[in-house]
């Protein structure tokens, strides 16, 4: 029971078809409570001169450039001894993640990793990926595609 998927961190969104469905969903990644890459300030002092300046857009990306960002998921619902054998392998974390959730919950994959995704409400591991809205659906829709 698997779909390939892709999700686009800079957009929040996990875009892909299965089972004759197309999806666009908004998915929220989930942080740790104290993790030590959150940004908590930022300030900046400029000055303004008269004189020459040349307007730059540092973000720009051409159309159909796919953001280097992107990343391709493999998306397959986790059976019981799947989550068995994830919460021996995995981190505290994921553990407690796996062990909370009594309804569906997916695998994400890539060659750089692996990821849950799962619906509301979201948790504290950082290796999740919620989807608020639309997850029974496409629940649905990856396992027709993997019949």
């Given at each position: ?14 875009v ?32 303004l ?77 950082a ?21």
């Amino acid at each position: 029971m698997a779909a390939i998927f892709s999700y686009e961190p800079r957009t929040g969104r996990l875009v892909g078809s299965a089972g004759g469905q197309h999806f666009s969903l908004l998915a929220q990644e989930t942080r740790r409570q104290h993790a030590p890459d959150v940004l908590k300030g930022w300030g900046k002092e400029q000055e303004l001169r008269p004189g020459k300046w040349t307007p730059w857009d540092h973000s720009f990306e051409t159309p159909g450039h796919s953001s280097p960002g992107q990343r391709s998921l493999r998306l397959s619902i986790l059976t019981e001894a799947d989550r068995a054998h994830l919460a021996a392998s995995g981190g505290q974390a994921m553990n407690d993640c796996l062990l909370a959730r009594q309804g569906a919950v997916m695998l994400a994959e890539n060659e750089q990793g692996a990821c849950l995704v799962h619906g509301w409400p979201p948790c504290r591991s950082a290796r999740c990926l919620v989807v608020p809205h639309g997850f029974a659906a496409l629940v649905r829709a990856v396992a027709r595609a993997g019949m």
